[in-house]
């Protein structure tokens, strides 16, 4: 981590070690947040994590030996399965770990697609993985609904006997989760402390079951852990936390309330983490700054005054991405304030979940908003399970997709302020011209990231909007993002301009409860999205397609393209 003088150049870095905030924070002082009651209430109930690496609530030494004797035994693949802040840090560490150590692979399994699904149990054996069911609460929907399809899909593989001895539950004490674990005989059950959130729970055990299993030593990882905590809670202007959180608040005070992330490939898994963190703790009551990914430098080269941006120089699989890093960063405009960061080795990670946890509670302090709660979050839940129980929405129109290609119907649904619009083009030209300088663009995509030409078609819509608009894109993979900046989307400020893309699945998964398949759950959540968009007031467009082939989504990438130059 950087050692920066903050106060030299940031009053509220000054504040912040006036008012004592980090030694606070360390402290569990609810009072931070006594600018109202609820803040104040969520506060004193969601601090455990400020303490996490120095007071560890379930032992260290148990999650190795119980790593170690699973690995001695011959352990192969490690799938998680679960959503949101119970999957982020996880997937972080593996990932970065993995070019490194390869001798068990680790699969994040927090999509509803089939196709992921069927990817992920096609490469394993069941009997010599692991699957663990990761959720503080125990009901959230897409890791339940996923587990049901695992252990269908697995019925000829595996006995169920035999599953649920290679199941284990990450949950908090006295989840349903728990009890069917207990139930039905799971391995193990590995206990969440209930006053750590989810994106706060890299250092607990959701984050360190996970790495031990893949084979990192935990001791040495906790050792940088309890060094960046002391440093992060000391009330010092040298504290990187401090400097990290003046650098967000201030920018955002100046109207630069978005930040792009710019790293090798390796390093954009920990942006994903750092996005969730940000967006979902200080993006609500029409407040927020919001992370963006950035694949594109040559999109940084100049500056549209919206927006920070903050790189991490990380370890690479290949000479010619440090090389390619390096000359990305000479491509940023030298007027657009910046933050770089470097992380050489794994254990290096301990130290920035750290750093950020404390300069985002920090920035929650400065920007007077609860940073441990997501209200906007629950309510969309709440529209998803209605949709579920009562059925799905008449679409605003649907059209043969597209011209003379014979690929099926699209639905079109758009908010009020798109009303009239009678085609596909109509309503993307719509939307796309109510973008403004200082807005944001994202495409909320409940689609499969894997197969050819799919990840590359929504990467070019995403592109194409950034360079013609001049304003900061971002590509959410939903449901993840709900759990994420669906937080920010929805209440922040209403800065955002969002294309929801989802489609039929041609071969679904049938599921015997709750939903009557994945697809229709992915589907379901499509909607929910655009209803609560929609309901806050949002320029927002759902196109849900005939189907997820790749042809077909480089069909609308070209659609994309067209009306954009059009313009």
Not at 440 to 459: Q, S
Request: proline share 6%.
């Amino acid at each position: 981590m950087q050692t920066i003088d903050a106060s030299k150049l940031y009053t509220s870095a000054k504040q912040l070690v006036e008012d004592r905030v980090a030694s606070r924070l360390h402290a569990k002082d609810a009072s931070l947040y006594d600018f109202s009651e609820e803040a104040c209430s969520c506060a004193r109930n969601f601090m455990g994590w400020a303490d996490l690496a120095t007071n560890p609530p379930c032992p260290i030494d148990r999650i190795q030996a119980f790593a170690d004797a699973e690995r001695a035994r011959g352990l192969k693949t490690v799938v998680l399965i679960g959503q949101g802040g119970s999957t982020q840090a996880p997937m972080t560490i593996t990932k970065y770990n993995k070019p490194d150590s390869s001798d068990v692979a680790f699969k994040t399994l927090d999509s509803d697609s089939p196709v992921r699904i069927r990817e992920i149990l096609s490469e394993l054996d069941p009997a010599t993985s692991l699957f663990i069911v990761s959720s503080k609460s125990g009901g959230t929907i897409e890791p339940r609904l996923a587990l049901r399809a695992v252990r269908a899909q697995l019925a000829n593989r595996i006995s169920d006997a035999d599953l649920v001895k290679r199941l284990v539950a990450i949950t908090d004490p006295g989840s349903k989760l728990e009890q069917l674990a207990h139930d039905e005989g799971w391995l193990a059950v590995f206990s969440g402390e209930p006053t750590v959130g989810g994106r706060f729970s890299a250092l607990s055990v959701f984050g360190l079951l996970p790495a031990a299993l893949v084979g990192i030593d935990l001791q040495r990882f906790m050792e940088y852990a309890r060094a960046a905590e002391a440093r992060c809670s000391a009330d010092v202007a040298d504290n990187p936390a401090i400097a990290l959180a003046a650098f967000l608040y201030e920018g955002y005070e100046a109207g630069r309330n978005k930040f792009s992330f710019v790293t090798p490939p390796r390093g954009r898994v920990l942006g994903l983490w750092i996005e969730q963190l940000v967006a979902e703790s200080v993006g609500k009551e029409g407040k927020g700054i919001l992370p963006s990914i950035e694949v594109d430098p040559l999109l940084l080269a100049s500056d549209s005054g919206d927006r920070g941006v903050v790189t991490y120089e990380t370890k690479a699989d290949l000479p010619d991405e440090t090389r390619d890093f390096r000359r990305s960063l000479e491509c940023l405009s030298p007027d657009i304030p910046r933050m770089d960061y470097q992380i050489d080795a794994v254990e290096q990670l301990a130290e920035h979940f750290i750093m950020w946890e404390y300069a985002v509670a920090m920035c929650g302090y400065l920007m007077r908003v609860c940073p441990f709660d997501q209200p906007d979050v629950a309510s969309a839940k709440a529209v998803v399970l209605d949709i579920l129980r009562d059925g799905q929405p008449d679409p605003d129109f649907t059209q043969s997709f597209y011209g003379d290609v014979p690929l099926g119907q699209i639905e079109v649904r758009m908010a009020p302020c798109f009303a009239g619009q009678a085609d596909v083009r109509g309503a993307l030209k719509a939307l796309f011209d109510s973008i403004k300088p200082g807005d944001f663009f994202a495409i909320n995509a409940f689609l499969p990231f894997t197969g050819e030409g799919r990840r590359e078609a929504l990467e070019v819509i995403r592109h194409g909007v950034a360079r013609a608009k001049g304003v900061v894109s971002c590509l959410e993979v939903g449901p993840r993002y709900l759990h994420s900046t669906g937080q920010l989307q929805k209440g922040g400020p209403n800065c955002g301009v969002f294309l929801i893309l989802s489609a039929d699945e041609p071969d679904d998964i049938p599921l015997s409860q709750e939903a009557d398949s994945l697809g229709a759950l992915a589907k379901a959540q499509a909607l929910g999205d655009m209803a609560t968009l929609s309901a806050r007031g949002r320029r927002v467009v759902h196109l849900h397609l005939p189907d997820n082939a790749g042809v077909t989504l480089r069909l609308l990438a070209s659609i994309v393209e067209d009306v954009l130059q059009e313009r």
